[in-house]
């Protein structure tokens, strides 16, 4: 990002930097359960979210800006969802997409989910619903569009560095025990 | 160069005595390492969150290893906690392709265990919903697996059904996916009006351009080519595995429980079941459009036999199955899936366990892997037909 | 299709199928058999567990080939059972074969049939995993093949207690697995900052929300309390758009219940409490006014479109 982080830029220049922003989302679908197959249904044809800029098809973490991550996430996932979101570049972005990625959902009491995304990674929009529709999600990706268009980068970035992201409490293990 | 041996070639650093996993194989400078790949639990070739781990010899694969797990919620154990209208909306979600096949069997099995009769209506109408979803299922395998194989173009067409038939479901049920549509004793609610005229106008669109997908993929010769001929599954071993569904018709059984143990109102038309020869990856996927053809001349049936009617029974304040226990097995869209109901009288089921026909399938997947190259890997991935949840539970 | 039909007069009944496995096993095998529901059940003795499975896969008059499913049931005080079900695709039969771990509820143990039936080995491998039961012969039944690997604990037994149910109660009004002693079902009235999640962050947000909220305590002359009488009202004014007088006399009742049944009750609590119910009602009257205002509003507005109401116009 080189100094784009360091300056606050001027007003005229940060509105069209961050229209060039908001507007070439690269999205890497995280797609865990049903929700996923929500998310594929956005990105066909009927509801195609392309239209609004959005790319579904980033080869992989390291060229996204955008994780949307769509499902169930179990306490045996969790350390791999972290690493995902840790090799995104900044400055990144997450949509939580459905309930079980919000807090839980029906599995709210399961012994092995846990009780949302946000325990592991820092969310910017969630999406309510088991399983949202394919509107709810271009209805979210608008949302982060817009708080896309009015924030500093900045501030965002400084944000991030006094608050790291993950909460301790979570009790999820820092690193993938091999097998 | 003479003075090295091959272990520190290949793995420089070590010392004689450490232990490395690795094992060398060849003699001299032709000495070449096995690698251990793994594979998941993010990748887009395993769609869902499903890890294989492969000894490679070079191109070929020695051993498979299938992690699974990554989407374990618990099923069984919430089922304890909740009672028999609460598992209904549970468990619609481990297979989240087939939602209503899998209510179905909860349903069954309770009524069972109740003795309760179903309507005659309510009955037909599972029948169709049943059907439909079957056909939406298959429709997504459909497009996945060419995806898998490098065609993106399916993928959309199979969308574009999807999105019709999920738009008349929706209109019955009230979700697109997770539909909640039965209870204990029938169905929650009649069929909208129009909701069978629209099915008939839906089988007759499904069906002209389901030929469009068989020449499309089954014509294709990069298709034929990547398929024909990989992962030949053969019958004893499908059945010592508990393989079921248009895996094991693709060997050539046409073992389907709507023939083989009628439920609802199957015994009373006649299902037609799709069998392939070799039991390779083409046969399977071969099965799997058969299956769509077959479910719609079913839906075509039921549409003869569809009479007006109640659609569910007044239930008692308090669903409570008696004690006893029974196993219920009815054919989901991915093979047979199985519960076993045992109640000891109360609100909750003593214990719900859930046979899920991805669980058996994907435990063949090693004995198809050994020896086949990477690329034909993924080819037997995606013909073994699986949700990762219905595996995990 | 009409084939696997066509074989299906050769299907033994259950009872010649166990007079067949008490043949080729003993006496002693069959310790039991049930046909319920239409399944049919035969217990066997755990010793002969194996080479049951064996018999009823390689006789040829059975030709159980089709391994269907394995699991356990937690039987209480006694331990645990092990079921397996059998399908023929030749005969179409279905047999239930179980039998009781030995080793009670403290070390189950149970002999595996993995080298029988390919299909059993992750079946087993699941039984461990969520019951604990050794499988003896089982080519490795660790790692823990569902939950994570350093899970503590067997989920499924009995025992094992779901740790969020104990810090968070069910969200509903009705708790669907537990009764009271008169075996009614549970009711419960969930308060805001009860029920804090299983994190640190979410108590804290608990014990804010309980700050943000002051709930008054129940308290209780003539068995109804304070609360459920306004939410009542609550419930009669936020149904409908359409405000009737009725309501507000509801609502005034509420209140006047309210300050009678405060006044039973001496302290500064009964104080606090008459003086939350007065602004609950106060602010509940305020916004009936508020609505009865819109709605005039509205009518106004509608009249005012259609035309429909000239002598109103000319009055303005």
């Not at chain 3, 066997?44 to 499975?53: D, F, M, R, S, T």
Request: proline share 6%; hydrophobic share 40%.
């Amino acid at each position: 990002m080189g100094v784009m982080d360091q300056i606050e830029l001027p007003t005229p220049i940060k509105y069209v930097f961050n229209w060039g922003r908001k507007y070439s989302l690269w999205c890497f679908n995280f797609g865990l359960a049903c929700c996923a197959i929500e998310f594929i249904a956005a990105s066909a044809a009927r509801h195609d979210f392309i239209r609004h800029g959005v790319i579904p098809f980033a080869h992989g973490p390291r060229q996204a800006d955008l994780l949307v991550v769509s499902g169930t996430l179990t306490d045996k996932m969790a350390p791999a969802v972290k690493r995902l979101y840790e090799q995104m570049p900044e400055p990144k972005y997450v949509i939580s997409f459905g309930s079980c990625a919000n807090c839980g959902g029906p599995y709210w009491d399961s012994y092995s989910v846990t009780k949302g995304v946000d325990q592991v990674i820092p969310v910017d929009v969630y999406v309510p619903g088991c399983p949202p529709r394919p509107e709810a999600l271009l209805e979210s990706i608008m949302r982060l569009q817009d708080l896309i268009q009015g924030e500093s980068l900045k501030e965002r970035m400084e944000r991030r560095r006094r608050d790291p992201i993950t909460l301790a409490a979570a009790g999820v293990p820092e690193r993938e025990s091999t097998t | 160069m003479s003075e090295l041996s091959t272990r520190e070639r290949i793995h420089p650093g070590t010392a004689p005595g450490e232990d490395y996993h690795l094992e060398i194989v060849g003699e001299g400078d032709f000495a070449t390492a096995d690698m251990t790949l793994s594979i998941g639990p993010a990748h887009p070739a395993t769609h869902g969150v499903f890890r294989i781990v492969l000894e490679m010899d070079g191109e070929r694969v020695r051993s498979a290893r299938p992690v699974i797990g990554y989407m374990h919620r618990g099923f069984e154990k919430l089922a304890e906690y909740r009672d028999y209208r609460q598992i209904m909306a549970l468990v619609n979600r481990h297979d989240w392709l087939s939602g209503f096949s899998n209510e179905l069997g909860v349903a069954l099995a309770v009524e069972q265990l109740m003795e309760f009769e179903v309507p005659d209506r309510a009955q037909w109408i599972r029948m169709l919903m049943a059907e439909w979803n079957r056909v939406l299922n298959h429709l997504m395998f459909v497009g996945s697996f060419a995806l898998e194989l490098g065609a993106i173009t399916p993928m959309f067409y199979a969308f574009r059904e999807r999105e019709d038939i999920q738009h008349m479901m929706e209109a019955a049920t009230g979700g697109r996916l997770h539909f909640t549509y039965n209870q204990v004793g029938g169905v929650k609610i009649d069929l909208p009006k129009g909701f069978l005229r629209t099915s008939a106008e839906l089988t007759t669109i499904t069906r002209k351009r389901l030929v469009d997908y068989r020449d499309l993929i089954l014509g294709n010769e990069i298709f034929q080519a990547r398929t024909k001929g990989v992962g030949a599954l053969p019958t004893d071993v499908a059945l010592s595995f508990g393989v079921t569904g248009p895996t094991l018709q693709a060997t050539g059984l046409p073992e389907d429980s709507r023939v083989t143990e009628p439920y609802l109102k199957y015994g009373e038309i006649d299902v037609p079941v799709p069998v392939g020869e070799n039991g390779d990856a083409f046969d399977r996927f071969f099965c799997l459009l058969g299956r769509i053809e077959a479910s719609l001349d079913i839906i075509d049936q039921v549409l003869d036999h569809i009479g007006p009617g109640p659609v569910n029974s007044k239930l008692p304040k308090m669903v409570k199955a008696p004690e006893g226990a029974t196993y219920v097995r009815t054919e989901n869209p991915l093979g047979q899936l199985g519960y076993w109901l045992e109640s000891d009288g109360g609100r909750t089921p003593w214990r719900l366990k859930m046979r899920t026909p991805s669980f058996s399938n994907v435990q063949a997947i090693p004995y198809l892997l050994e020896g086949v190259l990477v690329p034909d890997a993924v080819a037997v991935l995606g013909s073994v037909f699986f949700v990762v949840g219905d595996i995990d539970r | 299709m009409s084939g696997v039909l066509a074989r299906r007069d050769r299907a033994l009944t259950p009872e010649e199928t166990e007079e067949l496995l008490r043949d080729r096993l003993g006496e002693a095998a069959v310790v039991g058999s049930v046909v319920e529901y239409g399944v049919f059940t035969l217990r066997i003795a755990q010793e002969h567990w194996l080479e049951a499975a064996r018999r009823c896969r390689d006789e040829p008059l059975l030709a159980y080939d089709l391994f269907d499913n394995l699991f356990a049931v937690d039987m209480r005080e006694e331990g645990f059972d092990v079921v397996t079900v059998l399908y023929s695709t030749s005969t179409g039969n279905r047999l239930v074969l179980r039998t009781r771990c030995a080793g009670g509820r403290e070390a189950p143990t149970c002999p595996s049939i993995s080298d029988v039936y390919r299909g059993a080995n992750w079946m087993e491998r699941e039984t461990w995993d969520m019951f604990g039961i050794e499988f003896e012969g089982h080519p490795g039944l660790a790692p823990r093949i569902l939950t994570v690997e350093n899970f503590e604990g067997w989920p499924l037994r009995k025992d094992f207690h779901l740790v969020s149910r104990g810090v968070k109660p069910w969200p509903g009004v009705k708790e669907p697995a537990e009764l009271d002693e008169d075996g009614n079902v549970i009711e419960r009235v969930p308060r805001i900052g009860d029920a804090p999640g299983p994190y640190e962050l979410d108590k804290v947000i608990a014990e804010q929300a309980k700050l943000a909220n002051p709930v008054p305590e129940p308290v209780t002359a003539e068995g109804g309390n304070v609360e459920e009488l306004a939410q009542d009202a609550d419930l009669a004014s936020d149904s409908g758009q359409v405000l009737t007088s009725a309501d507000e006399q509801a609502a005034e009742e509420a209140e006047a219940q309210a300050s009678d049944v405060a006044a039973d009750v001496a302290g500064a609590q009964a104080q606090d409490l008459e003086q939350t119910a007065k602004d609950k009602a106060e602010q509940r009257r305020r916004e009936q006014a508020e609505a009865r205002r819109r709605k005039a509003e509205e009518r106004a507005a509608d009249a005012d479109d259609a035309g429909a109401a000239p002598d109103q116009e000319g009055n303005a």
